[in-house]
């Protein structure tokens, strides 16, 4: 059974940076064998696709986090990431991580002051 772990949210001041992480288990093949995404959902809003990696390498982001995230991955690790930098109070919510059919538990990101 694949089970995704994500990690690495927190409280963090509007400007600053986080990297959450994705930890993949149980998959038969390469996490590069899949397309993988980071999803996020604010109360009382719709869950949004933040940014996707196809299993070419390829990236797509939402606009409204374009040239401020970046998503990667490693597959010897089995891991995904979410760089989160010049972080906003709208970018709070908790984060999801995708692969196939299989999603994380979520992790909290709050910006405030």
């Known amino acids: 059974q694949v089970q995704l772990v994500e990690s690495g949210g927190g409280l963090v001041q509007p400007g600053g940076s986080l990297r959450l992480s994705c930890v993949v288990s149980?998959?038969?093949?390469?996490?590069?064998?899949?397309?993988m995404g980071w999803y996020r959902q604010a109360p009382g809003k719709q869950r949004e696709l933040v940014a996707a990696?196809?299993?070419?390498?390829?990236?797509t982001y939402a606009d409204s986090v374009r040239g401020r995230f970046t998503i990667s991955r490693d597959s010897a690790a089995k891991t995904v990431y979410l760089q989160m930098n010049s972080l906003k109070p709208e970018d709070t919510a908790v984060y999801y991580c995708n692969m196939y059919e299989s999603w994380g538990q979520g992790t909290q990101v709050t910006v405030s002051s």
């Open positions: 990696i196809a299993r070419g390498g390829s990236t």
């Open positions: 149980g998959s038969r093949f390469s996490i590069n064998n899949y397309a």
